[in-house]
Structures are given as C-alpha cells and as structure tokens.
C-alpha cells in the first residue's frame, strides 16, 4: 500500500470515529469500538411529524418577511426547518418534541449535503433522536417498560418501527410532548442519573442542545456579510462555530478530528444553490430566519434544562 493509500485510510478512519464520538462528549471508552469498522446500514429516512407546517409566524405577519418557498431539487428544504421550529413553540417558555425532532431531521438532511465526511456526524445525531422517539413510544404503552430503551441493540428492525409509530402520537397529551414534560416524568420517575451515563431523554436532549447551538453558530457567521475584505470561507466559519461550542465536551483525538472534517466543507457558493438564492445578501436574510428560529428554541430548551440543574449531566 502506497503513502498516499495509507493516509486516505488513516484519514477514513478518524472520521469513522468522529461520527460515533461526536455527541458522547469525549467518552474514551467508546475508541476501541471505533477500529473495529463502520457497517453502514441503508435505513429508511425518520418520518416528519404530521403537524401543520408554515414558515410564517404572528410575530412575522407583522414584519411582513417574505414566506420561505420550497426550494426545487433539494432534498434539504429551509422553510420546512423554519416550519418545525416555529411550530415547536410552546406556550411562553416550553419546546413541543415531535416538531422539535423534526427539525432535527432537517437539519440532518443539511448536514448530509455537505459531504459525506460531515453526514458522518448526521447519524450519530440520527441516533440521539431516535431514542427520544422510542421513549415516547414506550411511555405510550406503559411507564414501566420506559427503563429498557435500546436504541443500540441488533434489532435494527424493531428500533425503526417504533421510530415510525412516533409519527402517530398526539401534540396534547404524553410524557413526552415537551421538553418540560419530559423532564418532570424523568425526574419524578428517577430515569435521570447526574453521575452514570444513561439513555435518558434529558440526557439525549442535552446532547442534541449542544450540537444546536454549533449548527447555529455555523448558520450566523454565514449570514455575515463584512464590511469590508473578503468573505470567510465556509470551512473556516464552521471550525471556528465547533471551537466555541462542542469543542469544550471533546477529547483532543475528536477535536483534531472534527476540524478535519471541516476541511472537505463546500465553498460558499454551494449554499447559495441550497437555499434557492443568487447573492450573499439574499442569503444572509434566509439564514437569519433560521438562526433567529433556532436560536428561541434553543433558549426556551436551555432554560428548562438549567433550571433542572442538567447542563452537565455525565
């Protein structure tokens, strides 16, 4: 095997890593799995949730901001994120689940347009929601049962069917309908533990929380448009996003990682075709929605996650 050979396969595999220690913040233990290989598996894409969708709110109507359109032959669709996060408000301070974690799948379809190094990061976040969807599902049939998710185990099958009857749940009523009410059954039923690694929600929430705000910030910055000088590339604005948000729950080994990744982003002009517009101008108004949608759910979610005293659980 040639020098050039050798260094592919030794970048393949810190990416293979990367994607499964991504939201674990740091956790060494799961290194040795890493060597062992990656099987990727075609599974069938998370269904949305059949909530009503529109990207438009009251507070919008006011301003008068343009409703975002559907974007031709792209499988990511920026309205319909800002559909599932205007939705996912609840009342002045809470986060519905189901639009929640449809958002999450947007966002995931984002990520996997960027290459397939950074698609990499988009299952372990796949994963996460996953559980989430499962310990809805298990509420549904019984509290007991909710102590036994297992997200992680051979039965592929099994996890992808309980993943597609979440689509069926009520908005009104369950232990998971929201972020709050997830936390008060967790906590009232002693599923959360703040000294051992659990699949808890609050736990999967937390993780999926961080991974937000670095998308976010990612989002800002390339809304920017400076002055003065040249535009900073997208590559540059991401790794720059990781250093100031996930970076700080990492080992070195998925930070030197992560930033490799980084490396394959496409230019900016990519982003422009993705969201259907011509200028950096038109773009930076998109992703301002976007940012200011995500940005009030992630402040609604970190406040509840906050007072619960749950921004470090292990």
Not at 268 to 277: I, N, T
Request: some cysteine.
């Amino acid at each position: 095997m040639g020098v050039k050979r050798k260094a592919a396969a030794a970048i393949l595999v810190l990416l293979l890593c990367l994607g499964s220690l991504w939201l674990q913040g740091g956790l060494d233990y799961h290194w040795d799995s890493c060597l062992k290989g990656y099987n990727q598996v075609n599974k069938p894409p998370l269904q949305n949730q059949p909530h009503q969708l529109s990207n438009s709110s009251e507070a919008d109507e006011t301003q008068g901001p343009p409703v975002l359109a559907l974007c031709p032959g792209q499988n990511f669709q920026v309205s319909v994120l800002v559909s599932h996060l205007l939705v996912a408000r609840a009342y002045t301070s809470d986060v519905l689940l189901q639009p929640y974690l449809s958002s999450w799948d947007e966002l995931v379809k984002f990520m996997e347009s960027l290459g397939p190094m950074v698609s990499l990061i988009s299952k372990e976040i796949e994963t996460k929601t996953a559980i989430i969807r499962q310990l809805a599902l298990l509420s549904e049939k019984g509290p007991e049962e909710e102590f036994v998710p297992d997200m992680h185990s051979g039965n592929s099958e099994n996890s992808q069917t309980a993943v597609k009857k979440f689509a069926g749940y009520s908005q009104d009523t369950g232990a998971y309908h929201s972020v709050r009410s997830m936390i008060w059954t967790e906590l009232n039923r002693g599923i959360v533990d703040f000294h051992h690694q659990t699949d808890s929600g609050c736990r999967t929430l937390l993780r999926l929380h961080r991974a937000l705000l670095w998308l976010k910030l990612f989002l800002q910055k390339l809304a920017e448009t400076p002055t003065a000088g040249r535009l900073r590339s997208p590559s540059d604005l991401c790794r720059e996003a990781y250093q100031n948000t996930l970076s700080h729950h990492h080992t070195w080994f998925v930070r030197r990682a992560a930033e490799l990744a980084f490396i394959a982003l496409p230019e900016r002009g990519f982003f422009f075709r993705l969201v259907c517009v011509q200028n950096q101008e038109e773009l930076s108004v998109v992703l301002t929605r976007v940012v200011n949608a995500i940005g009030e759910i992630y402040d609604r979610t970190q406040k509840a996650l906050e007072e619960n005293g749950m921004l470090d659980l292990p």
